[in-house]
């Protein structure tokens, strides 16, 4: 936590600007806005890290699952397993697709949930064990990939991938180019334009909606416990306004922490469903 | 929030997790439960079956019972009739064997009433003689009068 009273104590501003940073390939902020030479290296171990560890539990439960009296750890897989196998099964009617997408958004779930729940860790913890280990205290780090725009666009592009993947394959690459142009207005040649243009926002709108969904939640969610991270580091200053706001940090803490539970549940599902139901009209012809 | 290549790496770590979860997580897991669904649907099965057999099986019981006790009560109506008989035969064996014997000492008190009349008879002629011989004694011949006293107790 840092402490407001130090001599080269950093500005709110710049506390917040600073853990906003991702620690990159090129060791300092980026400066244009889409850099495709940069790659977020912090973000990418962990969201490595937490997938090996996701799927290292799955397989764990995997492989020792049988079909007698299940044990606790193998019956809250199973029931994770469940749900996920009956929302599929509402939402994609193909049995072979399910295949794939079931275990998909299996993954999906799973993986940014635990992504998302790396936001109730304090957000000092890890960047100061990261600076203590470089031995330089301007260290970058971010540690909850979900709130890099990068990761949740990377998924959603994933998702369109599967999406077009399975239009051509459902429907034949001649029949998705004719939907393209035929649907949503009607099969008639001067429509064709503006049925193209709408099937180009569609998907466009789909995939943006998607990733940034997740990532405006899980950066909102960042920046409010730094916020509140702020009011703590106000303790030992002059007066009742360092206690009080220490006090508003632990109550507002809480609350956020608490309230967070339901959010990076919440946006991990949706994150899933919302790739199901994409998936399931890939596979609907207008 | 500027966009750089982590989203293209993002992209492939995706797909990897994906795949792995397809591969590896996802069919043992379903396979078990499909398994434990099938399990259970057969022990319900059989439960039920347990329950039809034993509700059989008790109006079977039952069946037997009333059979047993009907048969019973046959054997014994059966045994007392036979009783009956047994006695009422006994009851005129014996009757029939008390006038058997009745008859036979009928017959042997008769035989012997003869005898008795017989031998009184010989005595009494005895007698009669000898009080005839004694009142005779002296007119009578007893040789001459042999046939008259023979006579006289074949009368008798």
């Known amino acids: 936590m840092a402490t407001g009273h130090e001599a080269n104590a950093p500005t709110a501003g710049e506390y917040i600007v ?20 940069v790659l977020n290296l912090d973000s990418i171990f962990w969201s490595v890290a937490i997938g090996v560890i996701t799927l290292f539990f799955l397989w764990r439960a995997a492989s020792k699952a049988t079909s007698g009296v299940p044990g606790r750890f193998q019956a809250a897989v199973e029931f994770i397993v469940e749900m996920v196998a009956d929302q599929a099964k509402g939402i994609v009617h193909s ?23 790396m936001d109730l860790l304090p957000v000092d913890l890890l960047p100061r064990i990261w600076q203590a280990m ?42 998705w180019v004719h939907e393209l142009f035929a649907a949503p207005f009607g099969d008639k040649w001067f429509l064709y334009p503006v ?67 339901l959010i990076i549940t919440l946006q991990a599902f949706i994150f899933m469903m919302l790739t199901l139901v994409y998936v399931g009209q890939a596979h609907e012809s207008h | 929030m500027n966009l750089n290549a982590t989203l293209f790496a993002q992209l492939i770590v995706f797909f990897i997790l994906a795949w792995f979860t397809m591969k590896f997580v ?37 069946e037997e019972m009333r059979r ?26 014996a009757a029939r064997i008390i006038a058997v014997a009745r008859e036979a000492a009928e017959q042997e008190a008769g035989a012997a009433l003869q005898k008795a009349k017989e031998g009184l008879r010989d005595q009494v002629a005895n007698l009669a003689v000898a009080g005839a011989e004694r009142i005779l004694r002296r007119e009578i011949n007893p040789q001459v009068h042999a046939e008259l006293l023979a006579n006289l107790k074949q009368e008798l």
């Open chain 1, 195 to 261: 049925n193209f243009l709408m099937q180009l926002i569609e998907f466009a709108a789909k995939t943006i909606s998607h990733g940034m969904r997740l990532f405006g939640n899980m950066y909102a969610g960042e920046l409010l416990f730094m916020l509140i991270a702020l009011m703590g580091a106000t303790w030992g200053s002059g007066g009742v306004a360092g206690p009080l706001l220490f006090l508003g940090h632990v109550v507002a803490g809480s609350l956020w922490a608490i309230f967070h539970i």
């Open chain 1, 18 to 37: 600073h853990h906003l940073t991702h620690f990159n390939t090129t060791h300092e902020a980026q400066k244009s806005i889409v850099d495709w030479s």
């Open chain 2, 68 to 93: 047993a006790r009907e048969s019973a009560t046959e054997l014994r109506s059966g045994a007392e009739k036979q009783g009956a008989l047994l006695i009422d035969e006994a009851r005129v064996e």
């Open chain 2, 26 to 62: 996802w069919p043992p897991i379903v396979k078990a439960l499909d398994e434990r669904a099938k399990k259970i649907a057969d022990g319900l099965a059989a439960a039920d079956k347990a329950k039809t057999d034993l509700a059989l099986a008790e109006k079977k019981v039952v």
């Open chain 1, 134 to 175: 470089n031995g330089n205290e301007h260290a970058f780090l971010r540690v909850v990939p979900t709130a890099d725009l990068n990761i949740t666009l990377g998924m959603s592009v994933g998702v369109l991938l599967i999406c077009l993947y399975y239009n051509i394959k459902i429907k034949g690459l001649g029949g």
């Open chain 1, 95 to 117: 049995a072979e697709s399910r295949k794939f997408v079931a275990p998909l958004a299996l993954t999906v779930f799973i993986w940014i949930f635990l992504m998302n729940a």
